[in-house]
């Protein structure tokens, strides 16, 4: 394939050719070549940490050691077989979290702690000391009954509440801190060796006197030093000092510096989070296999259904039962692997302390061990008690979801590449030729200069600012694509600054590193540091980033990072990055690609409009800069249902705005595929089409006059509910509740929805079950609620919830259901762009519960500034009861106007009114005509008139 790849290239795009078919080799020829990417056996330090058997720790608490002030615990633990000390923190957190905080007394030099993930210091709550004894100690977290118990032999940790464990740590005694030290075969290592050899002889004359400042020699100290070196010399195993993968080898200069911890949920039988992986919501246990990782990696065409590292890493766990959600966050962002594994619980803690002892059932129990290669041990335990609670713990440690432009949460048409300005002309002609509305085009690398970022091909992209402003016309906008490896070309302005300001990551030997990406051999910006992304951001000023206009905003790409000649195709972990190796910080390059990016795009403007951008790697804290997508799938059924979990995955841990390459990036859809996938995107938080350079075109119309059909009425769906899904954005950003969201978010005492992934909720009020199977007559949907019911959009068919519904389907088909007792705002005028839409009138669709009563709520602003902040918005209260539909401002201390009117209210389950009064604030009085369909039981109102944003209400008499 390499020289047919060659022969077929010209010399001006030789380099591009070469690094194309480079990729594809490393990658298996369009599919995924798992030889290329580790195994636990493969990686030593998860080798070396797996190795560890249950019920062996070697770590006790020295009681002695505690410290306790009004808002944090510190305890030594030492190491029973190698004398190394840690220290232990513990703080009580505002919110119901707990934080602990493992790291070594005295390291010989400080180990990486993340920053920037954390919006602030999490505010602390008082700790006290409830007893002590010489087994342990009690401490009360003050909120319901909630203690925290340490056990000190070996050491374990206990988190209560009133007679039930919510969580122990250690409890399987796993916990593990490799230390820092010395090589052996170094000069310093060899005197401290000596030293602690001879000083058993030295240690007899001194060790009753005192030296002359005083003080008494440390014979414990002294020993342990001796006993350290010992076990050092008896306990080095291949791969502590230095590893090789394939051809690529790992110098480790610091040696071995690997943690890893233990977690107990009793009674939880159900775990979710830890993206990125292509699998389901519940995850499974990894006893039988590799555990899950997280590792950024560029996995050209990944699998599905296996524990596989993919483009991002979020360390967040959410448990939950019947009774009760908690949560993990693990603060590190080396690789990490996280084992799960389930048996019985029938464990007891820490005895007299406790009235109440587990007892030996069958209870359902799962265990999680957190491995990372480097770093500290950095743990929030979130507890709850409700998932909506969680949620807003964790949006307290690393914020929400940014709120997007509303342009951004419509349709994207993307490809790899549009070929120049005329194929753009020709395609934006194209929606509107076939009345299919979009808001933004998308420019893949070929746009560029010969990969040269902020830069434009000159023959095929001229005249930027001419399509940049054809498009505006229209009220447009345009995505062009900005990744972070830098072609190495003394030719180029972006190479020259950044080498001359000392910006590159640099190799082992301080030289700046260099590997190879789309421009050939290619330079990578050091975004760890603030003054290279402040520069950064500096190029995205529109006199910097020549052609940019006001709508070209950015999409950031492979920068896990991507090195295609590199270890896993990425980065050597012994890179520099200032003090620190790129092992320390692998996880969260991309999340500072993206806040530099986003930044950018934010100052241009001098702070007012909103950004939007697109990144592919991703960390905890990346939901407060955009979106993301999940990479580069395939044009296959199975890749269509994996993108519904993928995404509810990453709405639990903060990232709301993501979604899928509709049709498919790799491959070609049928086109029934391709229907199903605009359906299935249609309906999730980011909905952009994308493909390979080497598929055949698949713009919306030509798959035929019918497909072209179907394809439009979804998008203008998509259009019409425009106005709830910015609400739902709004939320949460306000909130960090997920706008896609599992069914057990809603309903977490229902077992039925424990397991669901084929379903899902907008928000609270839209149930969406997809048709993710080639050829289906039919899906079957799982309503819940044995109290509600649920009205299906399209026919305005009621269905009782708690019930599996056997839904025929047709090709036109997506199944979708608004909740009894809600209200949704819509806009049916789909035009040519959301921003078109901007003064169109609404219609509420209000869906009535058993009780005959509904609320919902209406949120308008400008749509694309931070002028929100300055509470400049419309937010209004819509309910329903006693026959009565009002407005209510729900806050009254804003300022904002629309021209937006209601020129419909559909209500769903309704009674025949004899008569519909309309009466303003102003206390003006009129009828309302309406119409009532007794077969379905709907009442539309027709022209009611009144303004959006005022207080008003509707009486059915």
Same mark, same amino acid.
């Given at each position: 394939?390499?020289?047919?790849?060659?022969?077929?290239?010209?010399?001006?795009?030789?380099?591009?050719?070469?690094?194309?078919?480079?990729?594809?080799?490393?990658?298996?020829?369009?599919?995924?070549?798992?030889?290329?990417?580790?195994?636990?056996?493969?990686?030593?330090?998860?080798?070396?940490?797996?190795?560890?058997?249950?019920?062996?720790?070697?770590?006790?608490?020295?009681?002695?050691?505690?410290?306790?002030?009004?808002?944090?615990?510190?305890?030594?633990?030492?190491?029973?077989?190698?004398?190394?000390?840690?220290?232990?923190?513990?703080?009580?957190?505002?919110?119901?979290?707990?934080?602990?905080?493992?790291?070594?007394?005295?390291?010989?030099?400080?180990?990486?702690?993340?920053?920037?993930?954390?919006?602030?210091?999490?505010?602390?709550?008082?700790?006290?000391?409830?007893?002590?004894?010489?087994?342990?100690?009690?401490?009360?977290?003050?909120?319901?009954?909630?203690?925290?118990?340490?056990?000190?032999?070996?050491?374990?940790?206990?988190?209560?509440?009133?007679?039930?464990?919510?969580?122990?740590?250690?409890?399987?005694?796993?916990?593990?801190?490799?230390?820092?030290?010395?090589?052996?075969?170094?000069?310093?290592?060899?005197?401290?060796?000596?030293?602690?050899?001879?000083?058993?002889?030295?240690?007899?004359?001194?060790?009753?006197?005192?030296?002359?400042?005083?003080?008494?020699?440390?014979?414990?100290?002294?020993?342990?030093?001796?006993?350290?070196?010992?076990?050092?010399?008896?306990?080095?195993?291949?791969?502590?000092?230095?590893?090789?993968?394939?051809?690529?080898?790992?110098?480790?200069?610091?040696?071995?510096?690997?943690?890893?911890?233990?977690?107990?949920?009793?009674?939880?039988?159900?775990?979710?989070?830890?993206?990125?992986?292509?699998?389901?919501?519940?995850?499974?246990?990894?006893?039988?296999?590799?555990?899950?990782?997280?590792?950024?990696?560029?996995?050209?065409?990944?699998?599905?259904?296996?524990?596989?590292?993919?483009?991002?890493?979020?360390?967040?766990?959410?448990?939950?039962?019947?009774?009760?959600?908690?949560?993990?966050?693990?603060?590190?962002?080396?690789?990490?692997?996280?084992?799960?594994?389930?048996?019985?619980?029938?464990?007891?803690?820490?005895?007299?302390?406790?009235?109440?002892?587990?007892?030996?059932?069958?209870?359902?129990?799962?265990?999680?061990?957190?491995? $990372?290669?480097?770093?500290?041990?950095?743990?929030?335990?979130?507890?709850?008690?409700?998932?909506?609670?969680?949620?807003?713990?964790?949006?307290?440690?690393?914020?929400?979801?940014?709120?997007?432009?509303?342009?951004?949460?419509?349709?994207?048409?993307?490809?790899?590449?549009?070929?120049?300005?005329?194929?753009?002309?020709?395609?934006?002609?194209?929606?509107?030729?076939?009345?299919?509305?979009?808001?933004?085009?998308?420019?893949?690398?070929?746009?560029?200069?010969?990969?040269?970022?902020?830069?434009?091909?000159?023959?095929?992209?001229?005249?930027?600012?001419?399509?940049?402003?054809?498009?505006?016309?229209?009220?447009?906008?345009?995505?062009?694509?900005?990744?972070?490896?830098?072609?190495?070309?003394?030719?180029?302005?972006?190479?020259?600054?950044?080498?001359?300001?000392?910006?590159?990551?640099?190799?082992?030997?301080?030289?700046?590193?260099?590997?190879?990406?789309?421009?050939?051999?290619?330079?990578?910006?050091?975004?760890?540091?603030?003054?290279?992304?402040?520069?950064?951001?500096?190029?995205?000023?529109?006199?910097?980033?020549?052609?940019?206009?006001?709508?070209?905003?950015?999409?950031?790409?492979?920068?896990?990072?991507?090195?295609?000649?590199?270890?896993?195709?990425?980065?050597?972990?012994?890179?520099?990055?200032?003090?620190?190796?790129?092992?320390?910080?692998?996880?969260?390059?991309?999340?500072?690609?993206?806040?530099?990016?986003?930044?950018?795009?934010?100052?241009?403007?001098?702070?007012?409009?909103?950004?939007?951008?697109?990144?592919?790697?991703f960390f905890a804290g990346s939901q407060r800069y955009g979106a993301v997508w999940t990479g580069d799938n395939a044009a296959e059924w199975d890749h269509l249902k994996i993108s519904i979990p993928m995404c509810l995955s990453l709405g639990l841990v903060g990232i709301s705005f993501c979604g899928?390459?509709?049709?498919?990036?790799?491959?070609?859809?049928?086109?029934? !595929?391709?229907?199903?996938?605009?359906?299935?995107?249609?309906?999730?938080?980011?909905?952009?089409?994308?493909?390979?350079?080497?598929?055949?075109?698949?713009?919306?119309?030509?798959?035929?006059?019918?497909?072209?059909?179907?394809?439009?009425?979804?998008?203008?769906?998509?259009?019409?509910?425009?106005?709830?899904?910015?609400?739902?954005?709004?939320?949460?950003?306000?909130?960090?509740?997920? *706008?896609?969201?599992?069914?057990?978010?809603?309903?977490?005492?229902?077992?039925?929805?424990?397991?669901?992934?084929?379903?899902?909720?907008?928000?609270?009020?839209?149930?969406?079950?997809?048709?993710?199977?080639?050829?289906?007559?039919? *899906?079957?949907?799982?309503?819940?609620?044995?109290?509600? *019911?649920?009205?299906?959009?399209?026919?305005?068919?009621?269905?009782?919830?708690?019930?599996? !519904?056997?839904?025929?389907?047709?090709?036109? $088909?997506?199944?979708?259901?608004?909740?009894?007792?809600?209200?949704?705002?819509?806009?049916?005028?789909?035009?040519?762009?959301?921003?078109?839409?901007?003064h169109d009138p609404y219609t509420l669709h209000v869906a009535l519960d058993l009780q005959r009563a509904a609320v919902g709520e209406l949120y308008i602003d400008d749509g694309h500034t931070f002028n929100y902040e300055k509470k400049e918005f419309i937010h209004r209260r819509l309910s329903f009861?006693?026959?009565?539909?009002?407005?209510?401002? !729900?806050?009254?201390?804003?300022?904002?106007?629309?021209?937006?009117?209601?020129?419909?209210?559909?209500?769903?389950?309704?009674?025949?009114?004899?008569?519909?009064?309309?009466?303003?604030?102003?206390?003006?009085?009129?009828?309302?005509?309406?119409?009532?369909?007794?077969?379905?039981? *709907?009442?539309?109102?027709?022209?009611?008139?009144?303004?959006?944003?005022?207080?008003?209400?509707?009486?059915?008499?």
């Open positions: 394939m390499f020289n047919s790849c060659m022969q077929a290239a010209d010399e001006d795009r030789m380099a591009a050719i070469l690094v194309l078919c480079l990729a594809v080799c490393l990658s298996g020829t369009w599919a995924v070549d798992r030889g290329n990417f580790k195994t636990c056996d493969q990686s030593a330090f998860c080798k070396r940490q797996r190795t560890l058997k249950p019920g062996e720790s070697p770590y006790r608490a020295l009681l002695e050691t505690m410290e306790l002030t009004n808002t944090r615990l510190t305890l030594q633990l030492i190491n029973d077989n190698n004398k190394v000390r840690l220290l232990l923190e513990l703080y009580r957190l505002q919110g119901n979290m707990t934080r602990v905080k493992i790291n070594e007394l005295k390291p010989l030099k400080p180990r990486y702690e993340v920053p920037d993930v954390l919006i602030r210091e999490p505010p602390t709550e008082p700790l006290s000391l409830l007893s002590q004894d010489e087994n342990g100690v009690v401490l009360s977290l003050g909120a319901e009954s909630q203690r925290v118990i340490v056990s000190a032999r070996p050491f374990r940790l206990d988190i209560m509440e009133g007679r039930e464990v919510l969580m122990s740590l250690n409890s399987r005694g796993l916990l593990a801190f490799e230390h820092l030290r010395m090589r052996k075969d170094t000069f310093s290592y060899k005197v401290t060796s000596t030293v602690a050899s001879v000083w058993d002889n030295i240690k007899r004359v001194f060790s009753s006197q005192s030296d002359p400042e005083g003080e008494k020699v440390d014979e414990a100290d002294a020993a342990n030093q001796a006993e350290t070196v010992k076990e050092e010399e008896e306990k080095d195993e291949a791969g502590m000092w230095e590893e090789t993968f394939k051809s690529h080898s790992d110098s480790k200069p610091q040696g071995p510096s690997a943690i890893s911890l233990d977690f107990s949920w009793p009674g939880v039988e159900h775990v979710y989070g830890i993206p990125e992986h292509a699998d389901n919501l519940r995850l499974k246990t990894t006893d039988n296999g590799d555990p899950y990782r997280l590792y950024n990696l560029d996995v050209f065409q990944y699998e599905l259904y296996n524990p596989m590292a993919l483009y991002g890493a979020v360390p967040v766990m959410l448990a939950h039962n019947a009774q009760r959600t908690t949560g993990i966050f693990w603060l590190n962002a080396a690789e990490t692997w996280v084992d799960i594994s389930s048996n019985t619980a029938g464990k007891t803690v820490f005895g007299k302390m406790l009235d109440y002892v587990q007892g030996s059932s069958e209870t359902p129990q799962t265990d999680v061990r957190w491995i $990372s290669e480097s770093g500290i041990i950095d743990v929030f335990i979130m507890l709850g008690p409700t998932p909506k609670d969680i949620f807003s713990q964790y949006a307290s440690l690393t914020g929400t979801q940014s709120f997007p432009p509303l342009a951004a949460l419509g349709y994207h048409q993307c490809r790899w590449n549009y070929n120049d300005q005329e194929d753009v002309q020709t395609v934006d002609a194209g929606f509107d030729e076939h009345d299919i509305p979009y808001d933004f085009i998308w420019l893949d690398i070929e746009h560029t200069d010969g990969k040269r970022y902020f830069t434009w091909d000159p023959h095929k992209f001229a005249t930027p600012k001419e399509m940049l402003q054809g498009l505006m016309d229209k009220k447009r906008k345009m995505v062009a694509i900005v990744d972070p490896h830098i072609k190495v070309d003394s030719n180029y302005k972006i190479h020259n600054e950044i080498r001359s300001k000392g910006y590159y990551i640099k190799n082992k030997d301080g030289g700046d590193y260099e590997g190879w990406c789309w421009p050939g051999s290619a330079g990578y910006p050091d975004f760890t540091r603030a003054d290279m992304r402040a520069w950064w951001a500096s190029q995205f000023a529109y006199d910097q980033y020549e052609g940019s206009m006001e709508n070209l905003y950015t999409w950031n790409d492979m920068n896990e990072p991507s090195v295609f000649n590199g270890p896993e195709v990425t980065m050597h972990k012994d890179a520099l990055h200032g003090a620190w190796e790129h092992r320390d910080v692998h996880n969260i390059y991309g999340f500072y690609v993206q806040m530099a990016t986003a930044e950018g795009l934010i100052q241009r403007s001098g702070g007012v409009e909103r950004p939007f951008v697109l990144t592919r790697a899928a390459d509709v049709g498919g990036f790799f491959k070609s859809p049928s086109t029934e !595929l391709l229907v199903r996938w605009y359906q299935t995107g249609a309906y999730q938080p980011f909905f952009r089409a994308h493909a390979h350079l080497d598929t055949p075109r698949r713009e919306p119309w030509l798959f035929g006059p019918e497909n072209t059909a179907l394809i439009r009425e979804v998008v203008r769906q998509r259009y019409t509910l425009l106005p709830y899904w910015y609400q739902q954005f709004y939320n949460t950003h306000q909130t960090g509740e997920p *706008v896609m969201r599992p069914l057990w978010v809603e309903y977490p005492q229902d077992p039925a929805t424990f397991a669901l992934d084929d379903e899902f909720l907008i928000g609270r009020d839209l149930l969406v079950h997809p048709v993710t199977e080639e050829g289906a007559r039919g *899906v079957t949907a799982y309503l819940p609620g044995k109290d509600e *019911v649920w009205f299906d959009v399209h026919t305005f068919q009621k269905h009782n919830g708690a019930q599996n !519904l056997y839904i025929p389907v047709t090709m036109s $088909s997506i199944p979708v259901f608004q909740r009894g007792g809600s209200i949704i705002p819509r806009k049916l005028r789909a035009r040519r762009s959301s921003t078109c839409m901007e009861s006693n026959n009565v539909l009002s407005s209510v401002n !729900l806050a009254p201390d804003t300022q904002f106007s629309t021209r937006s009117w209601i020129e419909r209210v559909v209500i769903l389950g309704a009674s025949q009114p004899k008569k519909v009064t309309l009466k303003t604030a102003d206390g003006q009085e009129s009828n309302i005509e309406f119409e009532f369909d007794t077969s379905m039981s *709907v009442l539309t109102l027709r022209k009611p008139g009144m303004n959006a944003g005022i207080d008003w209400t509707i009486a059915l008499q």
